[in-house]
Structure formats: structure tokens, C-alpha cells
């Protein structure tokens, strides 16, 4: 099953900070650049940084994003993961 997802979501749900924390091992990260004006994401890309980690408020906001998902999806990823 392949299913396209908008970038937001994947961001929003906290996937986007998890797998960044793993990229900034490596010095990569997806960038995700953001409108100012109407808050849309106009670009993605993948970069080199030279940063590793991020700011306790950050981690504390992804950790939450991300247990949220888990909490809302994971009887579906059960499923999914079973067939």
C-alpha cells in the first residue's frame, strides 16, 4: 500500500522531528521552509547542517506530537503491520 501524504501532516505529527533527530547523527536534515504570510510549506529538501539535536522545548514538543500520533493511530499501524 502506498498512500501520498501531505508534507504538514507528516511534520505535525512529530514524524518529521523524530527522523530528523536521527539525520543530525549523520549531519543531514529535511528542511521544511514555511510561507510567513499564509504558514504553507512552499519547499522540502534535504540539507547538510553542521547543528546536532535540538532545544529542550523542541524535543518536549516532538515528544508530544509523537505520542499523540501513537496514541491515534496505533490500532491502524497494528492492523497494517499484521497483514
Not at 501532516?9 to 521544511?32: C, D, M, P, R, Y
Not at 523542541?58 to 505520542?67: A, V
Request: hydrophobic share 35%; proline share 2%; charged share 30%.
Amino acid at each position: 500500500m502506498i498512500s501520498p501524504q501531505k508534507w504538514d501532516e507528516f511534520k505535525n505529527s512529530g514524524l518529521l522531528w523524530f527522523i530528523n533527530q536521527t539525520l543530525h547523527l549523520f549531519g543531514w536534515a529535511i528542511v521544511v521552509e514555511i510561507d510567513n504570510n499564509t504558514n504553507e510549506i512552499i519547499n522540502v529538501y534535504p540539507a547538510r547542517v553542521k547543528f546536532r539535536g535540538f532545544d529542550e522545548k523542541s524535543n518536549t514538543e516532538g515528544y508530544i506530537k509523537l505520542s499523540e500520533y501513537l496514541e491515534d493511530n496505533i490500532k491502524q499501524l497494528t492492523k497494517e503491520a499484521k497483514e
